[in-house]
T-cell receptor
Framework: RKEVEQDPGPFNVPEGATVAFNCTYS??????FFWYRQDCRKEPKLLMS?????NEDGRFTAQLNRASQYISLLIRDSKLSDSATYLC???????????WGAGTKLIIKP | SAVISQKPSRDICQRGTSLTIQCQVD?????MFWYRQQPGQSLTLIAT?????????ESGFVIDKFPISRPNLTFSTLTVSNMSPEDSSIYLC????????????FGPGTRLTVT
């Protein structure tokens, strides 16, 4: 089992819809979690951290489910500009090495 | 956050040559890292660039192939040595900013093609 797994997609979603995707992790002692966004041919950019209590930033909501060992990202009222690959990142312990998921590709269609 | 620049942004190199990539940050940072991202793949950590000492390499990466320097807290270089077409990839520098927890910020990347 991979340390961090994501559905590669692509998720084809109409503009204005709500879309959610998950990321599972294997190490139950993992400490920190993040969602990054990567546009085609660009570097990854931090979208949001994922806190135990959940995290909301505008149309984006990230949640952590420790019992089932996954994090989720919910995008409401999706925009064309949300089209990108969303990368899940987990820090499994205190050595600060980030473990990257392979990414979920999201395509928002007009 | 931090503003990170990389040079060159892209290059096409011949097999057997070497390329040095520079990473410059606009503020002092605690940690600097070098990643590789091959087409359609996620990021793979090459090494952690340590200021004033040898870099810490991940499994599958060695100093002879990817020598790294970090002479100060704002600058690092990665050299891809004796290149082969398999080294064609995007090379990304990232940093952890003091006081920003575990969040990492990335440079724009260097797109390397080896012919």
């Amino acid at each position: 089992r991979k340390e961090v797994e994501q559905d590669p997609g692509p998720f084809n979603v109409p503009e204005g819809a709500t879309v959610a995707f998950n990321c599972t992790y294997s190490n139950s002692a993992s400490q920190s979690f993040f969602w990054y966004r990567q546009d085609c041919r660009k570097e990854p950019k931090l979208l949001m951290s994922v806190y135990s209590s959940g995290n909301e930033d505008g149309r984006f909501t990230a949640q952590l489910n420790r019992a089932s060992q996954y994090i989720s990202l919910l995008i409401r009222d999706s925009k064309l500009s949300d089209s990108a690959t969303y990368l899940c990142v987990v820090i499994p312990d205190s050595n600060y090495q980030l473990i990257w998921g392979a990414g979920t590709k999201l395509i928002i269609k007009p | 956050s931090a503003v990170i620049s990389q040079k060159p942004s892209r290059d096409i190199c011949q097999r057997g040559t070497s390329l040095t990539i520079q990473c410059q940050v606009d503020s002092q940072v605690t940690m600097m890292f070098w990643y590789r991202q091959q087409p359609g793949q996620s990021l793979t950590l090459i090494a952690t660039a340590n200021q004033g000492s040898e870099a810490t390499y991940e499994s599958g990466f060695v100093i002879d192939k990817f020598p790294i320097s970090r002479p100060n807290l704002t600058f690092s270089t990665l050299t891809v040595s004796n290149m082969s077409p398999e080294d064609s990839s995007i090379y990304l520098c990232s940093v952890e900013v003091l006081g920003a927890g575990d969040e990492q910020y990335f440079g724009p990347g260097t797109r390397l093609t080896v012919t």
